[in-house]
T-cell receptor, first 115, second 117 residues
Framework: KAGVTQTPRYLIKTRGQQVTLSCSPISGHRSVSWYQQTPGQGLQFLFEYFSETQRNKGNFPGRFSGRQFSNSRSEMNVSTLELGDSALYLC??????????????FGPGTRLTVL | AQKITQTQPGMFVQEKEAVTLDCTYDTSDPSYGLFWYKQPSSGEMIFLIYQGSYDQQNATEGRYSLNFQKARKSANLVISASQLGDSAMYFCAMREGRTSNTGKLIFGQGTTLQVKP
C-alpha cells in the first residue's frame, strides 16, 4: 500500500508570492491534517480536512488555507509569503471512523524556503 | 489547556543499551491518546507507539514500550537494545477527545537521541 505522498518536496519562493502544496493520503483514508514544523515553534497543527470539509483549524492567520477534493487529496495554500513561513510542512492521513485509535501516517514533508 | 512537555533536548545512549525518553502531558479531558513519533534527518514522521487513556496495560511495539503513569500524567518511551538507526528526533504527541472526532495532535518539543557505537 502506498504511503502518504507530498509534492513538491522542496520549494523556494520569495516574499509576497503564494504557494500551493499537495498531499495524497493513503488509499481509503478520508482525513488529512497539515502541520508546520519550524526550529523555533516546533510542530504546530494547521488544519484538518475530512470528507472535503474543514474539521479543525489551528491558530494561523487567514493567509493559510486548504481544501480537500472528493478523492481525499488535499492542498494547502499560503498567500503573501513571509520569511517566517519558511518551514517543513507535513501532511498526515488517517482512516477516521470507529477504529481504535486512528493512527496518523505522515508524509515526507515539503520544505519551503522563503527568501 | 492541553500541553506536552519533553524536558530532554538531547540524549546519548550506547548501542545495545536501553534508553528512556521522558514525556509529561496536561489535559482536562478524560479521553485522550498519546503517541510517539520518530523523525530521522530526512524529515518524515514515523509512528512508533500509541497509548489510550483507558488502556489498562502499557503499550509495546517490538523494541518500543510506553511507560504510562496516568496519575502522574507521564508517558515515557523506552527503547530497548538501542541501534545506530535509532538516532533521530523523537516526539511525544497527544490527541484529546474521542478518536473519531479529530486528527489534531499536540506535539512536544522533541528529544534528539544519539546512539553511540
Amino acid at each position: 500500500k502506498a504511503g502518504v505522498t507530498q509534492t513538491p518536496r522542496y520549494l523556494i519562493k520569495t516574499r509576497g508570492q503564494q504557494v500551493t502544496l499537495s498531499c495524497s493520503p493513503i488509499s481509503g483514508h478520508r482525513s488529512v491534517s497539515w502541520y508546520q514544523q519550524t526550529p523555533g515553534q516546533g510542530l504546530q497543527f494547521l488544519f484538518e480536512y475530512f470528507s472535503e470539509t474543514q474539521r479543525n483549524k489551528g491558530n494561523f492567520p487567514g493567509r493559510f488555507s486548504g481544501r480537500q477534493f472528493s478523492n481525499s487529496r488535499s492542498e494547502m495554500n499560503v498567500s503573501t509569503l513571509e520569511l517566517g513561513d519558511s518551514a517543513l510542512y507535513l501532511c498526515a492521513s488517517r482512516l477516521a471512523g470507529t477504529s481504535s485509535y486512528n493512527e496518523q501516517f505522515f508524509g515526507p514533508g515539503t520544505r519551503l524556503t522563503v527568501l | 489547556a492541553q500541553k506536552i512537555t519533553q524536558t530532554q533536548p538531547g540524549m546519548f545512549v550506547q548501542e545495545k543499551e536501553a534508553v528512556t525518553l521522558d514525556c509529561t502531558y496536561d489535559t482536562s479531558d478524560p479521553s485522550y491518546g498519546l503517541f510517539w513519533y520518530k523523525q530521522p534527518s530526512s524529515g518524515e514522521m514515523i509512528f512508533l507507539i500509541y497509548q489510550g487513556s483507558y488502556d489498562q496495560q502499557n503499550a509495546t511495539e517490538g523494541r518500543y514500550s510506553l511507560n504510562f503513569q496516568k496519575a502522574r500524567k507521564s508517558a515515557n518511551l523506552v527503547i530497548s537494545a538501542s541501534q545506530l538507526g535509532d538516532s533521530a528526533m523523537y516526539f511525544c504527541a497527544m490527541r484529546e477527545g474521542r478518536t473519531s472526532n479529530t486528527g489534531k495532535l499536540i506535539f512536544g518539543q522533541g528529544t534528539t537521541l544519539q546512539v553511540k557505537p
